[in-house]
């Protein structure tokens, strides 16, 4: 990624006809353009290269990773697969249970035994 925003800086510091050795100096120590007399340029220099090589280099990156960020939730979006969770007898279980719950007694015939005690601490005032 670092390498479009190098390249965008290069291209800017190019279209002023710098010196190789003034490129060079600021694309390995950007920040050396702070103070744009000891790199050799002008202020005006400096704020066109800081317009048009960092604004415009981290611009594509950004746009970059924007559209690969929306790539990717497209592909995620499709490749995600709908699961069901509801079973297919869910009607039936249910008829069960209502059905032992009135009769008392399970599925295959015994005695169901139901717990009528209130949990501890909720015991009805007497």
């Known amino acids: 990624m670092s390498a479009s925003s190098n390249n965008s800086l290069t291209t800017s ?46 611009r594509l990156v950004f746009i970059l990773n924007a559209a690969l960020t929306a790539a990717a939730t497209v592909a995620s979006v499709l490749m ?3 699961k069901e969770l509801t079973r297919g007898d869910e009607e039936t279980l249910r008829k069960a ?4 719950k009135g009769t008392g007694k399970s599925s295959d015939g015994h005695d169901v035994e139901m717990d009528t005690r209130s949990p ?3 015991e009805a005032p007497k």
């Open 80 to 82: 995600i697969k709908h």
């Open 97 to 100: 249970g209502k059905q032992e």
């Open 120 to 122: 501890p601490g909720l």
């Open 13 to 58: 510091m190019k279209t002023l006809s710098l010196p190789a050795s003034t490129i060079s100096k600021i694309v390995d120590d950007p920040s050396s353009i702070t103070d744009p007399s000891s790199v050799g340029i002008s202020a005006s220099s400096a704020a066109y290269i800081l317009n048009h090589g960092f604004t415009r280099g981290f």
